[in-house]
């Protein structure tokens, strides 16, 4: 099956709203949007695609180029190639947004204003936040920002992504590839997992006597049984995950030894891949709508609890049972942008409701998948059903599932940047 953009149609809360009192006077109500990822780029979209130009939206966004995380996986597996990841911001621009590609480096929700690092100043009557994510400090002891090079996390998709491709085609024979996998909550669920999975088709077509190390601070993850079945079938005897229970949430490593420390246990490795503790992006924080790790909202339009008039979208919120994931992060989006459309314009607010599916590559052609719907409740998001691939599935419905998963990239990233 192949997903499109209708398929993408997700709509909040129902009601008519008046339309807001622009507090200075001015002429169009604006929004700003600070982050063009799944979730920013899609709400900008929307917001200027369907008040058709009764709304002044701009987007700040550093990068020229996006590069999808989602997907990047593919990349070091040998599915894709890094400019299958990267997309422009033309398709926004040539449909009214007003994208500017520079820094926000403050927000002043006093006089609802927004500092670029180029010193302009942008005022708003509603502001989104799609930062994204930002790493905990010392999360893993010996790994902080400095030592990315040495030991990259690749989970911010760019140049840290092609890093880690080069350090895995640059291991020795029958090297060591280890992996420090994140604590909950993190961006993508599955995405440690699918990336072991790429990892290990790589070696086995290139470095058939390479090994594998997950130290996992969890218990379980999302997906396990599946990962686990693919790791047996495709990958026999080269993936060793250490969880929880066996000491993987008590590790540290040193970047300029290469080694990695899991219960006392020293290894020497030739890569090492750390994915560690998130958080939001850092200007929810400077915008003073987090509780220190991420911004809560309400569920109903993604407005955060500290301000009606600054929305938190993706994987920076806390929004209750959605994973932090692109499918989800555009999903909140439409809900988003519904509601501040409504707000500003007086047109129709529908309710609130939202969907998110997962879909993850374990080997060629042998793709897995799961999802939920969910609804706005009072307290939170809150998931109303959802699905799982079965273990022991054919080799044909794999395939369909793959072949799904390449529909839905196509048919989100038009939806998010037209």
Known sequence: MTLNRRMFMGATAAAMAAPMVLADGHGKPRVVVI???????????????????????????????????????????????????????????????????????GVDRDTKTVTLAGGASIKYDKLILSPGIDFVD?????????????????????????????????????????????????????????????????????????????????????????????????????????????????????????????????TKVDVCNVIPAMKAGRIADIAGVTDGNWAPVNAADMSTKADPDVYVLGDASQQGDMPKSGFSANSQAKVCANAVRGALTGSKVFPAKFSNTCWS??????????????????????????????????????????QESEGWYSGITADMLG
């Open 138 to 266: 010392m999360s893993v002891p010996g790994w902080d920002i400095t030592t990315q090079n040495a030991m990259p996390h690749a989970y911010k998709a760019g140049s840290q992504t092609e890093l880690l491709k080069a350090q895995l085609m640059a291991m020795p024979e029958g090297g060591v590839f280890a992996m420090v996998a994140p604590p909950n909550p993190y961006r993508c669920p599955p995405g440690p997992y699918e990336r072991i999975s790429m990892v290990a088709h790589y070696l086995k077509n290139n470095n058939p006597t390479a090994k594998i190390i997950v130290a996992d601070p969890k218990p379980k993850f999302s997906k396990m049984g599946l990962f686990k079945e693919g790791w047996s079938n495709h990958y026999e005897g080269m993936v060793d995950w250490i969880g929880e229970d066996f000491g993987g949430g008590n590790v540290s490593v040193d970047a300029s030894a290469m080694t990695v420390t899991i219960d006392g246990e020293e």
């Open 35 to 105: 982050g063009g990822g799944a979730g920013g780029a899609t709400a900008a979209r929307y917001i200027a695609k369907d008040s058709k130009g009764a709304v002044d939206v701009t987007l700040i966004e550093p990068t020229r180029t996006y590069y999808t995380c989602f997907f990047s996986n593919l990349y070091l597996g040998g599915f894709k190639q890094m400019s299958d990841l990267g997309h422009s911001y033309g398709g926004l621009a040539a449909n009214g947004v007003n994208v500017v590609h520079d820094w926000a480096v």
């Open 361 to 402: 590559l374990i080997a060629a052609d042998d793709g897995v998948k799961v999802g939920a719907t969910y609804e706005a409740t009072p307290d939170k998001i809150a998931k109303v059903d959802g699905f799982i691939s079965q273990t022991g599935e054919s080799a044909d419905v794999r395939k369909a599932t793959y």
